[in-house]
């Protein structure tokens, strides 16, 4: 049986045995929304990496006290990925990290690339980036993974040339490379990165510039894929040829 997983903070570890509380929206949500009840198996996560399994004891409100049963630490498996998400219109962008999340990514990066019509300027920054997270929070939840992807301050393309070095492979999704994703090498560990154009595509400028800065341009397949699924796509093509699926 597959048991829901919440997120919590704990003040300390917990141990087997130990009786922990989920209160706040996560407590409220479980009480009253997922309708969890005593002897019910449920999953706690910091987000970190600590899951904990365990039963609920007692419902109480909107407040659930659970019985610990297992304690355990998880870390992301090497290579890191990446998904650097142009900014798109509508909610193009949120579908995509939002299934990014669930495919296993361990960071997103929002792109404010040269054709995205949304624009994050001043008080949208913040609010932009928090949002995400929130989306991504969720998803992790849905997944049942106990590490939630960070998202970072958005970048423009010169600052994510300049980051190139970071990365032990930078790939740019573009459906006119020569070489496709399928076959390029794949580092044992370090971050892959995968950045993904907005609806119009990405700049002969902005190519030209990652290229230079080490960034390696793959394509897909024939089709051209929205900047909803492109990412997806890829991720899916990394997952397969890393062992993980």
Known sequence: MVLPLFQSEFASRPVPGELVRLSGSEGKHAATVRRMRAGEGIQ???????????????VLGNELSIRVA????????????????????????????Q?????????VVPWQADRSISRWDGPKVKKGVDRWQVIVNEAAKQALRS??????????????????????LLVVLDPTAPESLTTVKLPAEGLV????????????????????????????????????????AAISVLQARLGRW
């Open 44 to 58: 706690l996560s910091n987000g970190n990496g600590l899951r904990v399994v365990g039963t609920v004891d007692a």
């Open 70 to 97: 297992e304690v355990s630490d998880e870390v992301q498996p090497e290579p890191h990925l990446q998904l650097v998400q142009a900014l798109a219109k509508g909610d193009r962008d949120e579908l995509a990290i």
């Open 99 to 107: 299934a990014a999340t669930e495919l296993g990514v361990a960071s």
């Open 147 to 168: 590490l939630f992807p960070t998202v970072s301050e958005p970048v423009t393309t010169r600052a994510l040339a300049a980051s190139a070095k970071e990365y032990s």
């Open 193 to 232: 990165g995968i950045v993904v154009g907005p609806e119009g595509g990405i700049s002969d400028e902005e190519l030209a510039a990652l290229s230079a800065s080490g960034a390696v341009r793959l394509r897909l397949g024939s089709e051209i894929l929205r900047t909803s699924t492109a990412g997806v």
